[in-house]
């Protein structure tokens, strides 16, 4: 059975790193790629937060015995085929997952563009995984 409690404690891990790329990211690209510490913060706060959305995806294959993911893409069509999340929802968490990965093993040149860019809408991204998720779980967030 799926923590409940875990998936709440995650989405606020989520939500805290989300608002440290608000905050640092500022309006502009140009600030952005001016200032090394922004990046650093603000990539720093993404791979965090795109992590803990992967631990919540973790969590629930596990707990729901949906089967044992050869990666974190498997873990988010699991949870698609398991009606946690509709299919565009699923390709954004794929891509997310993607640029952990990019991140974490630098797995070629980050465009600091792309990372602003990315940074501007993970937001929207991630809530509204944690959204589907509370959601098939019974979890009123309010």
Known sequence: MVERNLI??????VRKHLRRVEEKCGPDAESFLK?????DIVS??????IQSCIDI???IVSDEGMG???????MFYLLEENKYLPSNLTEKMVKAAGFR???V???GKL???QVFEIAKHSARDLNEYLAAIFSKLGIFDG
Do not use: M, T, W
Request: aromatic share 8%.
């Open 57 to 59: 995806a973790a969590h």
């Open 68 to 74: 044992v993911p050869g990666s974190f893409n498997e």
């Open 44 to 49: 720093f706060n993404l791979q965090l937060a």
């Open 35 to 39: 200032d090394r510490d922004l990046q």
């Open 105 to 107: 093993h630098e797995y």
């Open 101 to 103: 990965n990019l991140l």
């Open 111 to 113: 465009e600091l563009k």
């Open 8 to 13: 709440i404690l995650k989405a606020g891990v």
